[in-house]
């Protein structure tokens, strides 16, 4: 573009100027603003559920744990509630939506087809699998063992599956210590459909209430947050969360192409190790944490890339806070609309998301290239 | 890069001022989320008097038979029976997919709990909140119906009440065993959960329909497969019911008893031959609560009207076209 521009048109160079700062102000726009939203919604999560606490108290509590205000306000339901329930709940749901909602943006990035999500690694599969499995045979092989909670049995099933599956998919990709991201993508449809033909024969072989139980995981749910539980996830998901502002060069420079990438000094395939090792790690703990939550990794890269383009460098991180805004705004609406019950959080994502999408869909008339 | 973010304001110099206003913003934040959705909770003026979450169909039957229906705030969707309750009380969800902070907003004093309720997460933290929570075990049999009574009870402080119904139920069975003892040659029974797409559904050894089978004097015809599991037709014509029980709701779905004997499947059996079909409501066959003995006799009156047992007028009701 630039070398259209003669150098003696002063006029043109100043065009270009403004369009770059005139980006620039929209971009810090889009920033703030969706900073600002998902701040807003943490702050409803913490006010918002079915156990009526006025906003005052609320604070209240948070000011007494913080050691501000007298600490009897801490004993009795109301605190637990706020501090036990909605605290870990909420958190858990901005990680698990940053985590899905990142990985999506690197898996579309890495393997330049914007219909990639993070199930492309096999994580979605082998962790569907693996859960399927301790769901439905989980007591009759954990009888034997001291181990007596299917329901604890069930995220470690679910993350090492997810590992397995994606270590496998990997090795089956990997020639000459070169990573094929064509393989690899062929090789997780094959994969996924093996995994998903063995879920189904343990859903044949599952009792009521065990498909019961499938169905729910199948449909997410932040319903079990609790402090472990965060805990847990938290040092899975960071390195991530890390990670991001040294992969954002290598995979801008990704979209020209791998032997582009490679001339432009990147180290292509420790850039694609890293990505989809961090992206199992952390897809595999939100997995196993909350169940599966479909439609944040493919949709909200998507929403950013329509505002502020394909620079990773900005799409990554907002990527993050869009994946937080919409879980926890998406987890508001799961647990209030049918209180004191509960809705299945990924009917909310994809009921909320899809509509926007095609929305934003039909107003840009095409979505951004990658 | 990021951009930086804009310039906060600097602290006030006072930490008096500084809380009251951090307490003020975060109450703003809070109002709005309040303001936005008006959450009914009810308050917990009623005083000493018990405010129960029944977590399991068999236990809201219970506790509406032992007339407790005032105390109960909560069920859960499982507690189809009686009908009014799911209408008249707050529903807590799924048995196995409870919100802790869903029950704990009604503020219950004691949680009835089904065995297998959950998930453990969410009971856990209503324990943590001092919420006592009653584990009724669960199994298909006349004793677990008579213990479960007792146990409700129990933990709802009607013992007495409780006690003289377990009772009972408990008479009731032992009239069943020794009707059921007087029986002629015992009759092969499938239950039939539902016929979609040509797809049959089958009640199997474990299963509710297994259970009350076996108290109504049947053998089960689908005693191979183990829960309710889907059945091909030659399976079908190899279990040569003499009787085939489906529920009344799934019955009325365009199976009539032509229909459903003209099927390749079922024209093969036994009970083709006398267009056996005995159609009954679903809660009422296989609940597996106060009621259980009543609907067990029933069925054995329709499966054996040689017999001449007499089916109660709920019964006819029930099995009612």
Redesign the interface.
């Known amino acids: 573009m630039s070398l259209a521009i003669k150098p003696a048109a002063p006029s043109g160079v100043e065009a270009l100027a403004r369009l770059a700062a005139g980006r620039r102000q929209r971009n810090l726009v889009t920033v703030l603003v969706l900073a600002g939203f998902c701040l807003l919604l943490l702050l409803l999560s913490l006010g918002a559920g079915a156990f009526a606490i006025a906003p005052g108290r609320v604070a209240e509590i948070l000011l007494a744990k913080l050691g501000l205000a007298p600490q009897a306000l801490l004993d009795g339901r109301e605190a637990l509630v706020v501090l036990n329930i909605r605290m870990p709940r909420l958190l858990l749901g901005a990680l698990v939506g940053a985590a899905l909602a990142i990985s999506g943006a690197l898996m579309q990035g890495l393997f330049r087809n914007p219909l990639a999500d993070p199930g492309l690694v096999g994580v979605s599969a082998g962790a569907g699998l693996a859960a399927a499995a301790t769901i439905v045979l989980g007591d009759r092989l954990l009888a034997g063992m001291a181990l007596k909670l299917p329901f604890a049995a069930l995220p470690f099933g679910a993350f090492f599956g997810g590992l397995v599956s994606t270590l496998a998919l990997y090795l089956i990709a990997t020639r000459n210590g070169r990573t094929s991201v064509a393989t690899m993508l062929l090789a997780g449809v094959a994969l996924g459909a093996l995994a998903g033909s063995l879920t189904g024969l343990l859903a044949y072989l599952s009792d009521d209430r065990q498909l019961r139980d499938l169905t729910f995981w199948s449909m997410g749910s932040l319903g079990g947050a609790s402090w472990t539980k965060l805990s847990a996830v938290a040092p899975i998901v960071l390195p991530l969360v890390i990670a991001v502002p040294f992969l954002a060069r290598g995979l801008n420079a990704l979209m020209l192409g791998e032997a582009e990438a490679y001339h432009l000094g990147i180290p292509v395939q420790r850039i694609k190790a890293i990505a989809i090792v961090l992206v199992a790690l952390s897809v595999g703990a939100s997995v196993a944490a909350a169940g599966v939550i479909g439609f944040v990794g493919i949709v909200v890269p998507h929403l950013i890339r329509l505002s502020v383009g394909p620079d990773h460098r900005l799409l990554l991180p907002l990527s993050a806070l869009g994946g937080a805004a919409l879980l926890v705004g998406a987890d508001i609406v799961a647990r209030l609309v049918v209180a004191p019950a509960e809705l299945p959080i990924g009917i909310v994502t994809a009921f909320i998301g899809a509509p926007f999408f095609l929305w934003l869909l039909l107003r840009r008339g095409r979505i951004a290239e990658i | 890069?990021?951009?930086s973010?804009?310039h906060l304001p600097s602290p006030a110099p006072r930490s008096q001022r500084r809380?009251r206003l951090?307490?003020a913003a975060?109450?703003?934040?809070?109002?709005?989320?309040?303001g936005?959705?008006a959450?009914?909770?009810q308050d917990n003026s009623a005083g000493a008097s018990a405010r129960i979450v029944a977590v399991g169909g068999a236990i809201t039957e219970v506790l509406y038979a032992l007339g407790l229906q005032d105390k109960v705030v909560?069920v859960d969707?499982t507690s189809q029976w009686p009908p009014e309750a799911l209408k008249e009380k707050?529903?807590?969800?799924?048995v196995?997919?409870?919100?802790?902070?869903?029950?704990?907003?009604?503020?219950p004093t004691l949680v009835i709990a089904v065995e297998?309720a959950?998930?453990?997460?969410?009971l856990?933290?209503l324990r943590?909140?001092?919420t006592p929570i009653a584990d009724v075990p669960e199994a298909f049999t006349a004793d677990a119906v008579v213990n479960k009574i007792a146990v409700i009870g129990k933990a709802a402080g009607a013992a007495g009440p409780a006690q003289a119904l377990a009772e009972r139920v408990r008479e009731a069975f032992v009239a069943l065993d020794a009707q059921r003892a007087r029986l002629p040659a015992r009759k092969r029974v499938l239950f039939v959960l539902s016929t979609q797409n040509g797809r049959t559904m089958v009640g199997g050894r474990?299963s509710t329909a297994d259970g009350i089978i076996a108290l109504a004097g049947g053998i089960n015809a689908a005693a191979a497969v183990?829960?309710?599991?889907p059945m091909t037709d030659e399976a079908i014509i190899n279990a040569a019911p003499d009787y085939i029980v489906m529920m009344r709701h799934t019955a009325a779905h365009g199976s009539s008893a032509d229909e459903l004997f003209a099927a390749p499947a079922f024209s093969q059996t036994p009970a083709a031959k006398t267009k056996a079909l005995i159609r009954m409501d679903g809660l009422y066959l296989l609940g597996f609560g106060p009621r259980t003995p009543d609907a067990a006799r029933d069925l054995m009156g329709l499966l054996y009207p040689e017999a001449g047992i007499a089916v109660s007028d709920a019964g006819k009701a029930y099995a009612a076209p």
């Open positions: 890069m990021l951009p973010p804009q809380r951090a307490v975060l109450a703003g934040a809070l109002a709005l989320a309040a936005g959705f959450v009914s909770a909560g969707t707050k529903s807590v969800g799924y196995r997919a409870l919100s802790a902070e869903g029950v704990l907003s009604l503020r297998g959950g998930p453990p997460d969410a856990a933290l943590e909140s001092g474990n183990e829960g309710y599991k």
